[in-house]
């Protein structure tokens, strides 16, 4: 039986994303154009702090119940192959746009998410303002991963992988990267999706890939500049 838990990117990248927030917020200060006002960024560092800090007893569920489904009702062992690990990153992504996607239309879920949108800039801190609330309701929808097989150690580091990825994509100062933006979800599409211009609502929920706003009608491109809020 694997159990084996792979090291959590989360913890050993915080360094990382501390340096990204620092090199963003001074590069910012030499922009004409500003994308943070300190009070928001206390905030939304803030809501990160207690996300982080609540974290252990959402995370502590999520990995146990996931660790009781696999143990006991898993209906196939499926190895930490390299196939496995490909055909998780683009599961967790896709049942993620669902779940996004219904998040903005189903109050209860909107109510844990409206968190993360209520600010009117758009830069890394705006990726630590998470709520505790969304952090429970989003077990559920992956439970099957374990139902179907795979381990707890390959499904974790994809899943943590992905949260990583999120958070680099919420910066205005990358450049649109037009090729890599043909199937993946780049800065440029995700500011899109934290938007309130009326063309810009409830469009580009995927995570990792855009390819899934593009297959099922969500997709939208930037034709107007950008405001920030719901």
């Known amino acids: ?3 084996h ?3 959590d990117i989360i913890a050993i990248g915080i360094p990382f994303m501390i ?4 090199i963003e917020f001074f590069y910012d200060l030499r922009q004409n154009v500003r994308a943070y006002r300190m009070n928001a960024a206390i905030s939304n560092i ?5 996300e982080q800090l609540s974290g252990f007893i959402s995370k502590g569920l999520f990995l146990a119940l996931y660790l009781l489904v696999y143990e006991h009702a898993r209906i196939a062992t499926l190895a930490d192959t390299w196939w496995v690990f490909v055909f998780l990153v683009l599961a967790v992504d896709l049942v993620f746009y669902f779940f996004h996607r219904f998040s903005h239309r189903c109050s209860v879920l909107w109510a844990g998410h409206v968190v993360h949108h209520e600010v009117e800039e758009f830069n890394l801190t705006v990726a630590l303002r998470r709520s505790v609330m969304q952090e429970f309701t989003i077990i559920s929808v992956y439970l099957p991963f374990a139902f179907l097989g795979f381990s707890p150690g390959a499904f974790f580091l994809v899943f943590a992988a992905h949260n990583l990825y999120q958070f680099l994509i919420h910066t205005s100062y990358l450049p649109q990267m037009k090729v890599l933006g043909w199937v993946l979800n780049t800065p440029y599409h995700h500011e899109v999706h934290h938007c309130r211009n009326a063309c810009y609502i409830d469009k580009n929920f995927g995570g990792i890939f855009i390819v ?3 297959l099922f009608g969500t997709f ?3 034709t107007e500049k950008p405001e920030f809020g719901i």
């Open 46 to 50: 803030s809501c990160g702090i207690f």
């Open 1 to 3: 039986m694997n159990t």
């Open 220 to 222: 939208a491109a930037r």
């Open 212 to 214: 899934w706003d593009k």
């Open 19 to 22: 340096a990204c927030v620092v």
């Open 5 to 7: 838990l792979y090291p």
